[in-house]
T-cell receptor, first 115, second 114 residues
Framework: AQSVSQHNHHVILSEAASLELGCNYS??????LFWYVQYPGQHLQLLLK??????LVKGIKGFEAEFIKSKFSFNLRKPSVQWSDTAEYFC?????????????FGSGTRLQVQP | DTEVTQTPKHLVMGMTNKKSLKCEQH?????MYWYKQKAKKPPELMFV???????INESVPSRFSPECPNSSLLNLHLHALQPEDSALYLC?????????????FGPGTRLTVT
């Protein structure tokens, strides 16, 4: 069964600091990769996605992620965080090679940005 | 319109009650999902409906009963729940269950079982 690991459980940054959140998955076949964000009291929103093509994908609000197939990784980055980026971030994966295409979520990373 | 709506926003029910959660989308999506999310945890898949047919049941107890009356609506019927079933219940939809499509999530129903 596929699994998704987010090793940073709680990250605290000051405004304008750079951000990188790690995401590793276990499945070796063809995958779709996603980062979702959950702001306090709000619903899950898609930040960005990777299906195929350029492994560097850009999402909303200045976020980007890089798919490195050899490392089974899809790390999220932002050059300069803002207080409004305080939220829970979830990496998610689904496999294209099996009949079961449901999303598997990582455990989440809570980002706290201090003014 | 990329919105998934869920009602009610909050629900408190006793262990002997019967209640239903509702989810609606008007994006023409043919796959709809129920997830359960406990505090500070990721969403856990419960059910997947594809073209109005139940496609995946993640071994969910029978006290949770999903229903898909049409392609826009998804219900979750609740009966004889336990306090440990208290959680945020999320509905999501995607264009298709089998393709490379993102899921759009609703705001959730926060359920408390007393």
């Amino acid at each position: 069964a596929q699994s998704v690991s987010q090793h940073n459980h709680h990250v605290i940054l000051s405004e304008a600091a750079s951000l990188e959140l790690g995401c590793n998955y276990s499945y070796g076949g063809t995958v779709n990769l996603f980062w979702y964000v959950q702001y306090p009291g709000q619903h899950l929103q898609l930040l960005l996605k990777y299906f195929s093509g350029d492994p560097l994908v850009k999402g909303i609000k200045g976020f980007e992620a890089e798919f490195i197939k050899s490392k089974f990784s899809f790390n999220l980055r932002k050059p300069s965080v803002q207080w409004s980026d305080t939220a829970e971030y979830f990496c998610a994966v689904n496999s294209m090679d099996t009949g079961r295409r449901a999303l598997t979520f990582g455990s989440g990373t809570r980002l706290q940005v201090q003014p | 319109d990329t919105e998934v709506t869920q009602t009610p926003k909050h629900l408190v029910m006793g262990m002997t009650n019967k209640k239903s959660l509702k989810c609606e989308q008007h994006m023409g999506h043919r796959a709809m999902y129920w997830y359960k999310q406990k505090a500070k945890k990721p969403p856990e898949l419960m059910f997947v409906y594809s073209y109005e047919k139940l496609s995946i049941n993640e071994s969910v107890p029978s006290r949770f009963s999903p229903e898909c009356p049409n392609s826009s609506l998804l219900n979750l019927h609740l009966h004889a729940l336990q306090p440990e079933d208290s959680a945020l219940y999320l509905c999501a939809s995607s264009q298709d269950h089998l393709g490379p499509y993102e899921q759009y999530f609703g705001p959730g129903t926060r359920l408390t079982v007393t």
